[in-house]
């Protein structure tokens, strides 16, 4: 196949190594007195917004930063909880740049893009450093040396970790840097501020209308590029681990200005989150994948048995991942254990009252870390309450904010009985469309960290959002950007007077008015819950041609029913929830049909997208590379159309195969 014509992927040439390295010493450059008269927008201040907000106001560019929340701190970067990696083998265990670039590429099945992951592998060991001088509080051993521990799809141990709050001390070492710059008034901040839209000039992306959530005010900000850091898009699915605010609104509305969308289908449900209790909830949580270097995950050998995991005896236990995947057991990619966690559910194994749950017990890692101790303190005699004792302390020490979240959200004390896990909708690899410059179709509008598609194929591995987050904002883009804003010093000021500004203002006060004016019997929450059961049901964890079919007919109609009947109450001139949830809300309906176009247009398994249809006989994802090996980027026409445009994955330097982690 060959890649569209209105693709350009920009990779440099020559070899795989030196790629990075040649493009930074032949990228244009901006001396600093320009700089200071070029403005960037920043949209979303998590990891990726908060690092390059900071760095490019470092380096003397003008910056105006964006979040909806209240504080950069509150970015939903900050749930984030296992680990970062890096390539800088501390271990001694054989790691390397390459090994982390062929673990990322097998890890979503060979469907990302060789140049961007291995430039991501490079830069990963300057994040650690980074991130270290920043003050981030990064566990360490007994030496002094920065630890590390074992994620998913990997056979060596790099990732960086800060207890099971990696994401807080990551965003708070970013937004020290970002708060530095406010200070010093090289950036300036915009809270409680939601891009509605952005503003297009002469073929350039140059500018957004944003809302001032607080007085409901819309504003026009001009500059010469904007970048795109709001996060990925799982709350399409209502239930899943990310914030209740996180959306897709500034990534879907640069798509329907002219921004190609990537890989839409291809999302990540994670296989160790606390599982649904009822219709009530409206998030689930998370326990971290680094759970999964200790804990076992299991269900009984009989079907329906509902005896407590602890007084299930070993012999009956069934530890289905170390028995289907010797070579890595627990530590299988995300999408693998998810889909044996709902093979062995849907079997009739499950535990818990749903059914719709296994155990990850950390029975065994208890006894080994307390026959250490006693091995440490030189006792040969120990009795077991006192090895258990130990054992706790030494897993208290390692995950003990996880098992405390547990036990205050469940009740059950997972220190004395097996924790419940069921998988959840986690991340999305789909996003915008980007090129090695992480700019989008878009001259001038880039899109960083989740927001694009770039780094992570059809699944990503475990500690490597962060790892992606901080290298587009603190490493690529302050490089990448020099190449298009060079050409950009002569422009000028970016007059928000201008046509293009006033037009697209009118069309997101018209949006907003016609929200206000239906005033119909259903609530935004409500659109969005049927949203999520369609999309959980038919474009989940497996998907059918029926029923995705279904699933496009019935979220069109879902559409008609919002537009005609949502009620959204109180009124645009004040702090308004409801009418910042509707707005959300309606773009997730459209993102929702994409999706599903997507699945039905992709007719193998890859990574988090499997098709039924297409799979081995050990029930394994069952690619074909010689149709699908490509990345989908739509271009939206106009309502439910879209045409496919696709960029060929060319590998050169990984040999390709059916993946196998046994």
């Known amino acids: 196949m060959a890649t569209s014509s209105r693709l350009d992927a920009k990779t440099p040439q020559g070899p795989l190594e030196t790629k990075w390295s040649k493009y930074r010493s032949s990228v244009p450059l901006v001396n600093p007195a320009n700089k200071r008269s070029l403005e960037i927008i920043v949209v979303g201040t998590g990891l990726a917004g908060a690092s390059a907000a900071a760095t490019l106001a470092e380096l003397g560019y003008k910056v105006k930063a964006f979040c909806f929340q209240d504080s950069p701190r509150r970015a939903h970067s900050i749930a984030a909880q296992g680990g970062i990696n890096a390539a800088k083998n501390y271990q001694n265990d054989g790691d390397s740049i390459f090994r982390l670039f062929y673990d990322t590429i097998k890890g979503g099945d060979y469907r990302a893009r060789e140049g961007n992951v291995h430039r991501l592998a490079e830069v990963s060991g300057s994040i650690i450093d ?16 920065l630890s590390n521990r074992s994620f998913g799809g990997t056979q060596v141990q790099r990732t960086f970790y800060a207890a099971g709050q990696t994401g807080q001390q990551l965003l708070l070492g970013a937004y020290s840097g970002l708060q530095r710059q406010v200070g010093m008034g090289t950036v300036k901040m915009y809270n409680r501020h939601e891009m509605l839209d952005v503003v297009n000039i002469d073929g350039k992306c140059r500018g957004i209308i944003a809302r001032n959530l607080v007085t409901g005010e819309l504003e026009r900000h001009g500059a010469h590029a904007v970048l795109l850091c709001s996060g990925g898009y799982g709350n399409v699915f209502y239930l899943s681990t990310n914030a209740m605010g996180s959306n897709v609104t500034a990534a879907w509305k640069a798509h329907k200005r002219g921004a190609f969308f990537g890989n839409p289908c291809f999302t990540q449900i994670h296989p160790t989150c606390i599982p649904v209790s009822g219709e009530h909830q409206s998030k689930l949580t998370l326990m971290s994948e680094s759970l999964r270097n200790d804990g076992r995950i299991w269900v009984p050998k009989e079907k329906n048995d509902t005896r407590p995991g602890n007084e299930i005896p070993e012999s009956e236990r069934d530890y289905y991942l170390e028995r289907r995947y010797p070579a890595f057991g627990n530590l299988v990619p995300r999408d693998i254990a998810s889909r044996a966690a709902k093979e062995r559910c849907d079997a009739g194994y499950g535990v818990g009252s749903s059914k719709l749950a296994v155990f990850l017990d950390f029975a065994a890692a208890v006894e080994r870390y307390g026959r250490g101790e006693a091995n440490k303190n030189n006792i040969h005699n120990a009795s077991d309450s006192d090895i258990i004792a130990w054992g706790k302390a030494v897993v208290k020490e390692k995950y003990g904010n996880l098992f405390d979240m547990y036990k205050q959200i469940t009740g059950e004390d997972p220190y004395e009985v097996p924790m419940r896990i069921y998988p959840a909708v986690h991340y999305t690899m789909g996003g915008l469309w980007v090129d090695y410059n992480l700019m989008t179709t878009v001259p001038g509008l880039y899109a960083l960290g989740e927001a694009n598609f770039s780094d992570h194929g059809a699944n990503r591995l475990g500690a490597s959002a962060l790892m992606q987050g901080l290298a587009d904002g603190y490493f690529v883009i302050p490089y990448t950007i020099g190449s298009y804003l060079a050409n950009e010093i002569r422009t000028g000021q970016i007059s928000t007077d201008h046509e293009a500004f006033v037009q697209t203002e009118k069309e997101v006060k018209e949006r907003i008015d016609k929200l206000l004016s239906i005033q119909g019997k259903t609530s935004p929450e409500v659109f969005h819950r049927r949203l999520g059961q369609i999309m959980w049901d038919k474009c989940g964890m497996a998907r059918n041609e029926q029923g995705l079919k279904e ?112």
């Not at 980074?130 to 040396?145: I, K, M, S, T, W």
């Not at 949502?566 to 049909?593: H, Q, S, W």
């Open 130 to 145: 980074q991130c270290v001088a920043a003050g981030v509080p990064f566990a360490r051993e007994y030496g002094g040396l």
């Open 551 to 662: 699933a496009i007919d019935e979220i069109r109609q879902l559409r008609k029913d919002f537009w005609t009947d949502v009620k959204v109450m109180g009124t645009a001139t004040y702090f308004n929830p409801e009418l910042d949830k509707a707005n959300r809300v309606a773009d997730f309906i459209e993102l929702g049909e994409l999706m599903c176009i997507d699945a039905l247009n992709r007719n193998e398994s890859c990574g988090g997208h499997f098709r039924e249809e297409f799979q081995t006989k050990e029930g394994e994802a069952l690619r074909d590379d010689e149709q699908f090996m490509f990345v989908s980027a739509w271009e939206h026409k106009g309502p439910e159309e879209w045409e496919l445009h696709k960029e060929e994955l060319i590998y050169e330097n990984i040999k390709i195969a059916q993946r196998s982690y046994k």
